[in-house]
């Protein structure tokens, strides 16, 4: 069993910071990627951020500059630190990790139950 469990979401004004975390726990043998998309109702879901194992990390091209996504793995977390935030940003981010349980297994795509942030104008 694997729970990934997102915080840090809430309102904020425009031009405003927040950092969301995301930790996943429960039977993992290796995490390989971990990313953040986000939803607005009504629309597809959007990659947003990803860092692999490596350390290597990409966005979309409208969170460049403004987003950054690191982690922690000895504590199997990621993390998406949002400055100069704006109204558009504005969605239910989810944290998804593509990670195996076991050796020999392959890897599966796991995902959080969503944060909600709201950037006001």
């Known amino acids: 069993q694997v729970q990934l469990v997102e915080s840090g979401g809430g309102l904020v004004q425009a031009g405003g910071s927040l950092r969301l975390s995301c930790a996943a726990s429960g039977s993992i043998f290796s995490i390989n990627a971990m990313d953040w998309y986000r939803q607005d109702p009504g629309k597809q879901r959007e990659f947003v951020a990803g860092i692999t194992s490596g350390d290597s990390t990409n966005y979309v091209d409208s969170v460049k500059g403004r987003f950054t996504i690191s982690r922690d793995n000895a504590k199997n977390t990621v993390y998406l630190q949002m400055n100069s935030l704006k109204p558009e940003d504005t969605a239910v981010y989810y944290c998804?990790?593509?990670?195996?349980?076991?050796?020999?297994?392959?890897?599966?795509?796991?995902w959080g139950q969503g944060t909600q942030v709201t950037v006001s104008s």
């Open positions: 998804n990790a593509r990670l195996s349980t076991h050796r020999g297994l392959p890897v599966r795509d796991y």
